[in-house]
């Protein structure tokens, strides 16, 4: 290793330390391996290299093992009730509009449970980025079935194969009103680094999906391997967007698509509400 | 202006008055019969002075949303009903256990489950108390007139801010719905409580801080305190803890930092009280009703009072046996199955009856079905 790379790196690593959260005991609640550490990391580039204020930072989050999250990071930490983050979320931003929330959820806390306050913040395109880690089961409880759990995949109360369907959080999102839509894998941190970096930046609502590995739950439940295999497995399925966009559907089966999914501009909630609140007190 | 404003306003309109003057800046809820106008009012008012109304996609939302501007710094309420309220208790437990100021009004109609929307009812005093699962200490208020209800929300903000914690204000559908002309209280002549904030270096800071008297400076999300705020038991500095000499101290401060100054959260009003020998016990709409017959029986020679119940939690044990220290027996009149008579008759000394009036079927209390109640007694 040369030294310039070397340096490059210790001072990458020192900015991960600056964001980690003064006198928190660690280790994590996290299984070595799992992605949701590399999400965190991926956040915290994200938030250096906008170079926003540690102050002007709001984490929200549910229940589960993704929602622990904010606990680790050095920024305000809401860690609220199981599905309700992004309602919880809604108050501090229209509170607050100069504070950026980010709102780290799962696929039972955000789908199941939450499902309600999720699509009215889409509809709401109110502006929050919404990081949603999806490893396609309940870890914190030990693995049961979630909404996103594939039809006819094992978990601990579906023992004999998924007899439901699952959704696609990014096509309910941006069917909710989502303005920034977009998905990405653990295996792809750098291109996981661009898109929170964008959707952070984006006014309006924003989603990330982060397809995620719980090796522990998921993984061994399906056969699936270990944390690596598992990443190894995503980067097998994922396809580029523009790419996938030249494949058929037959073609495109097992696989799914990454990248930006959805982009438009749209007037933002606090806003067009704070309009209201120009003409209304002008207009007295 | 010389003379004070005087307004005709119903009693969910009051609310709105009496938060506005407290301080309030940011409400969210969700339409539910018979509190509805609340959220109205708050719709029209609150952009006036640059506030914020916000119109949920339930109850869980609405007091989601109040918490998260509530941390965020502003003085904040939501208002529902019964079914409301129970889809509130979730995170109305959240911020019992985050110590998060905030004013929940809840409209009572008849219950339990969809109920009675349109007819009146007391029957959620309990629930009030014990709504979410888990050990913490409930406050309560409830007016009884429309003038009543704006100075009860002021007090119930004041108390919010002051204790750090929820507080529930009961009012009724006939109180939500009446009119009547009131003075409106002038600027600077209620005094308003602001929480507490921290002073110290956000290095030295810890947010749920024992206190002298229990309350921990309250900073607002973005002031530069960054702190963990969780519905999981926590130490004096937020983390999660599952250590028994950390969960015992939380659970203490949750409860003590409130029945330990308890004086200050106290009221009642007492009428006739000096020499009676029977007393009305009451509170909420019934406690007008009240009122009339202890005017119609003390006409005809009899020594009896009226007692008001404006704190319902904590219980007023010993200010109610103060009161109530001359009779010989108590008449304790609500529009349910019997709750605060339970309290009642706890807190009483066993040589003062205790008989109960009540009324569940949709209806108010009348004067006279509470002089007929008397004769039995007297
Ligand atoms: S149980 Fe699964 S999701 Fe939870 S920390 Fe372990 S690997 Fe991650």
Known sequence: MTTATKNKKSQKS???????????????????????????????????????????????????????????????????????????????????????????????????????????????????????????????????????????????TTPYGNSEKHFDPCSLAKAAGASFVARTTVYHATQMDTIIQKAISHRGFSLVEVISNCHTYYGRLNRMGDAVAMLNDFKNRAVPLAKSKKMTEEEMVGKFAIGVLHQEEKTEFCDVYQSVVDKVKGGK | MADKERVLVMGNQACVLGAIYAGLRFFAGYPITPSTEVAEGCARELPKIGGRFIQMEDEIGSIAAVIGASVSGLKAMTATSGPGYSLMIENLGYAYMTETPLVVINVQRGGPSTGLPTKVSQSDTMQAKWGPHGDYTAITVAPSTIGETVTEVIRAFNLAERFRTPVTVLLDEVLGHSRQIITLPEPGEIEIFDRVKPTCSPEEFEAFAMTPNMVSPMPAYGEGYRYVCTGLTHDTKGFTTNKSEEIAPKMYKLRHKIIDYQDEIHKMRAEKMDDAEVAFISYGSVARAALQATDIVRKAGYKVGALQLQTIWPFPDEKLREMCGKCRAVVVAELNMGQIVHEVRRALPPDIEVHELQRYDGEILTPMQLVNKLEEVL
């Open chain 1, 14 to 156: 020192s900015v991960i330390l600056d964001y980690l959260r003064p006198n928190k005991g660690m280790p994590s609640v996290w299984c070595a391996g799992c992605g949701n550490g590399i999400v965190m990391t991926a956040i915290i580039r994200a938030v250096d290299n906008l170079g926003l204020s540690k102050d002007e930072v709001v984490m929200a989050s549910g229940i589960g093992c993704s929602s622990r999250m904010p606990m680790y990071l050095d920024f305000s930490a809401l860690h609220t009730t199981h599905g309700r983050s992004l309602a919880f979320a809604t108050g501090v931003k229209f509170a607050r509009p100069e504070l950026k929330v980010i709102d780290i959820t799962g696929d039972g806390d955000a789908l199941a449970i939450g499902g309600n306050h999720f699509i009215h913040a889409c509809r709401r395109n109110i502006d929050i980025t919404a990081i949603l880690i999806n490893n396609n089961i309940y870890g914190m409880t030990g693995g049961q079935g979630s909404p996103t759990t594939p039809s006819g995949a094992f978990s601990t």
